[in-house]
């Protein structure tokens, strides 16, 4: 039996129909039944749910007890219906609306599964190890260019100082040469 006093799972085995594209797992934690990868009927908490087109929803939801299903409150599925009490112990009259269900489960399209992800191993690897060298590399490069441009600062900086100090070098060197002229001037005049 689902969780509870809710629908037998015998009871949903012995309904539903016997068809080669009908596919049984596992929704919500409860049997349901697939046919091209689209759910049809199913068993939810203590309800069994329909997948209908529309004017068939409108018939059943005119039944007493029938809701639109909603696996949380507030937000029913789309073309889903909770099957009213009384249609589980009508076994024909819910086998038919199964019927019903497959019918229109099989005329939507096909869902597709998810292609299983091939995986060639060694080509995958080696283009790792390749992205990992590559980016090394670049890593690498990079920081020898950093270094590169440290090297280049750290010369013109050299550079500027060294001929910072020659400039203030000379000009010393200059005012010196200009005052010796100046004492030799004065000294000459007093003569």
């Known amino acids: 039996m689902a969780q509870g006093s ?33 759910v049809f009927a199913a068993l939810f908490e203590e309800n069994m749910m329909l997948r209908l087109p529309d004017l068939d929803r409108a018939r059943i939801m005119r039944m007493e007890g029938a809701q ?35 019918a229109y489960a099989r005329s939507l399209p096909p869902k597709k599964k998810p292609a299983a992800k091939k995986k060639p191993a060694a080509k995958k690897k080696a283009a790792t190890k390749k992205k990992a060298a590559t980016k090394k590399a670049a890593k690498k490069k990079a920081g020898k260019k950093k270094v590169a ?11 500027k100082k060294v001929a910072k100090k020659r400039a203030t070098k000379k000009k010393a060197g200059k005012k010196k040469v200009a005052k010796k002229q100046a004492v030799r001037k004065r000294a000459a005049r007093k003569r």
């Open 149 to 159: 441009k440290k090297k280049v600062a750290k010369k013109r900086a050299t550079k």
């Open 68 to 102: 639109p299903f909603a696996p949380i409150d507030g937000r029913p599925m789309r073309e889903y219906v909770r099957v009213p009490r009384h249609l589980l112990a009508e076994r024909s009259a819910l086998r038919s609306w199964l019927e019903t269900s497959l």
């Open 6 to 38: 809710g629908v037998p799972v015998d009871l949903f085995d012995a309904v539903l129909p016997v068809a080669p594209d009908i596919e049984r797992r596992q929704m919500f934690g409860f049997p349901a039944a697939f046919a091209g990868g689209n």
